[in-house]
């Protein structure tokens, strides 16, 4: 068995069967954990031949992802969200990778740029020399029906193709990369991202990444004092959608990139305000 694909899912009838369908052709195996959707998702994922397992909600969503990590049995793994889309190019590329056809070692300098930005972010990913054992995979998030090519976004690389057991997730964050033991290549086809196809979506995703977001800041004990005030409210809101919608060119996205480029930066004020209610209710 060669590829295993891997998922873990909530009430995702609307994206699965899109995104199963794209794999369907590539995969050995589907492995879903899912926790308890009331909706057709698991229906819906058997009529693709998946093995569903069943399991309780985190809020970490990786302790999930995790175990569907672990129960594949293919000499390599591609995980997967349900609102995602594996291109057939991507396919392709894959197909050469798990059959040693290649090894992508060299990326062009777009990729590198962001890698190193993750790294700067999480630490180094895997190891600098030895085998490829995993590979970024480049996604084009598609906002309100349209690809968001700027406003920092593109390539947002994601770790998702693997080679079995030599990868896991931490289960901390929920932006966390999966961890490799041993080095790390980027592969060059696309993941299509439809994370906020309409704008409730998008709101809803918003509430529970703040949600998240205020948990972390409690975990850390900020300081609610004026300075904590004025990051959270003014400096980091301001700050990020300037590099957002100006130095990553969100402009040149139209509508789409300025509302995309003000709506992350509210994720701070938004969390923080949370943290500061949740503390006053703890009371």
């Known amino acids: 068995m060669k590829l295993s694909i891997v998922l873990a899912t909530r009430n995702e009838e609307e994206n699965i069967g899109r995104c199963l369908d794209s794999v369907k ?18 229906e819906i994922a058997e009529r693709f031949g998946a093995e569903v397992y069943l399991e309780k909600h985190h809020e970490i ?32 590329e894959i197909l050469d990778v798990i059959n040693k056809k290649i090894k992508t070692e060299s990326y062009n300098p777009l990729f590198v740029r962001h890698q190193k930005l993750i790294e ?49 997730f931490p289960q901390k964050s929920v932006h966390e990369q999966i961890e490799l033991n041993g080095k790390v ?31 972390e800041l409690k975990e850390k004990k900020l300081k609610k004092n004026l300075v904590s005030f004025i990051n959270y409210v003014f400096c980091k809101p301001l700050s ?31 969390a923080y305000f949370k943290y500061l209610t949740n503390n006053r209710e703890s009371k």
């Open 240 to 270: 990020t959608f300037l590099n957002l919608f100006i130095r990553h060119k969100g402009f040149l996205d139209g509508p789409n990139g300025f509302l995309w480029s003000f709506f992350s930066c509210l994720h701070f004020p938004i």
């Open 120 to 168: 700067e972010r999480d630490g180094q990913i895997g190891k600098p020399t030895g085998e490829i054992v995993g590979y970024f995979i480049p996604r084009r998030n598609m906002f309100l029906g349209k690809p968001l090519i700027h406003a920092g976004v593109y390539p947002d690389g994601v770790i998702r193709l693997v080679k079995n057991g030599y990868a896991s």
């Open 25 to 42: 052709d590539v995969a050995d195996e589907i492995i879903i954990f899912d926790e308890y959707s009331t909706d057709k998702t698991r």
């Open 185 to 215: 290549g980027w592969l060059n086809g696309d993941i299509l991202h439809y994370d906020s196809p309409t704008m409730s979506r998008y709101f809803s995703r918003l509430n529970r990444y703040t949600d998240l977001h205020a948990e």
């Open 61 to 92: 969503f990786h302790i999930t992802k995790q175990k569907a990590l672990e129960q594949a049995k293919g000499e390599w793994i591609l995980q997967l969200d349900a609102d995602e889309v594996v291109t057939p190019s991507l396919s392709r």
